[in-house]
């Protein structure tokens, strides 16, 4: 599977949502809408990075209003206090999208979709998966260094749009993408949980390329026990030899089919 290649969308402006009492039921479901997100290739702002960032930028919309409504008081009743980013953890790993829409327009990305917490099990789980936890809050502190950093030149730009201003931009934006595509990818390890193996090896490695033992082709090592997502079949990953798999922090590559039992 090809995860690079998904296309997907965002929204910030929020139209409604709907709060379901914590004693009534478990479940939280919003939706919202927002764009458009111009295109700017000059930039950096092609469509490619447009669809990621509206994507990311949607969910963590829908997950924003989810803290403060569902995701808090939950662990509130439970005595547990979260900090800021542990509740932006949970909310954007809880979070399932559906009814995703991306319009491309002349003036840019347009994009609407439905968030809905399906149960609080989900966020117990999630809260205790340390490496989600860790690997989303680094990943969006350095999505906020960038921000800092893109301020400058973007300003820069605005006031003389020349070819050399444009570059001082592209620099910045082109680093983006690996941010983006990490927080896709704990989307996906979150959204599709039917489609897992567990890590049956201490060490476990996790490389760019299939059966590559270069070191610079390491992206990291796994634990026994560990759960990756997979969209590869038992009988594709026995007779490759490898399996494509995403790990809860977003981290994405090839490991062994050895090295791994299939729960699906």
Not at 229 to 240: C, I, Q
């Amino acid at each position: 599977m090809n995860f690079k290649n998904a296309v997907i969308g965002i929204l910030a402006a929020v139209m409604m949502s709907s709060f379901v009492n914590l004693a009534q039921a478990a479940s939280f479901t919003i939706r919202a809408q927002e764009g458009p997100f111009a295109l700017q290739e000059e930039l950096g702002y092609d469509e490619n990075h447009q669809n990621y960032k509206a994507f990311i930028w949607l969910k963590r919309s829908l997950a924003e209003k989810a803290v403060a409504e569902y995701v808090t008081p939950y662990f509130q009743k439970k005595g547990i206090v979260l900090s800021s980013e542990q509740a932006d953890a949970v909310a954007f790993g809880a979070m399932e999208i559906s009814d995703l829409r991306v319009v491309l327009r002349l003036e840019g990305v347009m994009a609407a979709a439905t968030g809905t917490i399906v149960d609080e099990s989900k966020m117990d789980e999630i809260l205790a998966n340390q490496k989600y936890i860790d690997g989303y809050i680094l990943t969006m502190r350095s999505i906020y260094q960038l921000d800092r950093e893109l301020a400058e030149p973007e300003m820069k730009y605005m006031g003389n749009p020349n070819p050399e201003n444009a570059r001082e931009v592209r620099k910045v934006t082109s680093r983006y993408l690996h941010p983006f595509f990490k927080l896709h990818c704990m989307h996906v390890y979150w959204q599709e949980q039917d489609f897992t193996v567990t890590v049956t090896q201490d060490d476990a490695k996790i490389t760019e390329t299939p059966n590559n033992e270069n070191p610079d082709c390491l992206v990291t090592t796994v634990t026994n026990g560990e759960l990756l997502h997979t969209m590869t079949p038992r009988s594709d990953g026995y007779s490759n030899g490898y399996v494509n798999v995403i790990t809860a922090d977003g981290e994405q590559g090839y490991i062994s089919s050895t090295a791994v039992k299939w729960n699906f």
